[in-house]
């Protein structure tokens, strides 16, 4: 079951000017002139904390700059994965900032802005032979992966296509944050992670682990809300940063694929 982290991380900025109107009515937050947003902060590059105990990432700094333009105050909620929708239908914050995969199914229950492109990786120990180089190489191996989300979905899906071929297929571990299944990695208790390509990329890069597999399932991910005037809102504080360069800058410092067609997409009743 999921935990609350952290109850909220309320993030300084300067008080309102004069001549600041917010782009959204307080009717349309749970927190008048506050924009309340939840994270989990367990994948770096895109939002962590770190050593100093701040949060950051990409994400955290897009999730700053839209409450700046919406006139609104930065409130973050560190939460795990699995407790996001459900606290997003309860009102518990205004908008999931953590990179939730597209579907068709979520875009029924929620609004929807896809606005970043992303992939799942297999990462293994860093000094793993390279026996893992497809899909099928994993077959019969203990694979770790956070609970509730797209990427625990796709491990699902690869393991019913290795039984359908006649394999073994895969063990299954879940967590409750990529950081957990990391450590399980670290520690011999899984043999691979399946996790995002950025993810990924970044503990490579450091050398914690090895990235085995990289770009499998790219989909494109979101920011989710439960009200449809902030959606539309945050849309249009969106294309005022493509507009203006931005978008562009923010991504590619990070090495993200950003989404060129902006939309919102979920339930209009």
Do not use: H
């Not at 991380?9 to 008048?32: E, F, H, N, S, T």
């Not at 797209?150 to 690869?158: I, N, P, R, W």
Request: charged share 20%; net charge neutral; proline share 7%.
């Amino acid at each position: 079951m999921a935990t609350l982290l952290v109850a909220a991380l309320p993030l300084a900025m300067p008080a309102r000017a004069a001549d600041c109107a917010p782009g959204v009515k307080d009717a349309d937050l749970i927190k008048a002139g506050t924009l309340v947003m939840s994270t989990n902060p367990t994948l770096p590059p895109l939002q962590y904390v770190d050593k100093s105990g701040d949060l950051v990432g990409m994400r955290i700094e897009l999730g700053r700059d839209l409450a700046k333009r919406l006139c609104l105050a930065p409130e973050f909620v560190k939460i795990d994965f699995a407790a996001m929708v459900p606290g997003l239908q309860s009102g518990r914050w205004d908008v999931i900032d953590t990179g939730i995969f597209f579907t068709p199914e979520r875009a029924k229950i929620m609004q929807m802005i896809p606005y970043e492109s992303q992939a799942i990786s297999i990462s293994v120990p860093p000094g793993a032979s390279d026996a893992i180089r497809a899909p099928q190489d994993l077959d019969g191996k203990t694979v770790g992966v956070e609970i509730g989300g797209f990427e625990e979905s796709k491990t699902k899906a690869l393991d019913a296509d290795l039984k359908a071929k006649g394999g073994k297929g895969l063990t299954i571990r879940t967590f409750d944050s990529f950081a957990l299944a990391y450590q399980a990695l670290r520690a011999g208790q899984v043999d691979a992670v399946t996790s995002i390509d950025s993810v990924a990329k970044a503990y490579a890069d450091r050398g914690d682990f090895k990235r085995a597999i990289s770009g499998l399932y790219p989909t494109p991910v979101a920011l989710a809300f439960k009200s449809r005037p902030l959606a539309e809102a945050v849309l249009a504080a969106l294309k005022a940063m493509q507009a203006d360069g931005t978008y562009g800058k923010l991504f590619a410092r990070y090495g993200v694929v950003p989404v060129d067609t902006l939309a919102v997409a979920g339930p209009t009743g």
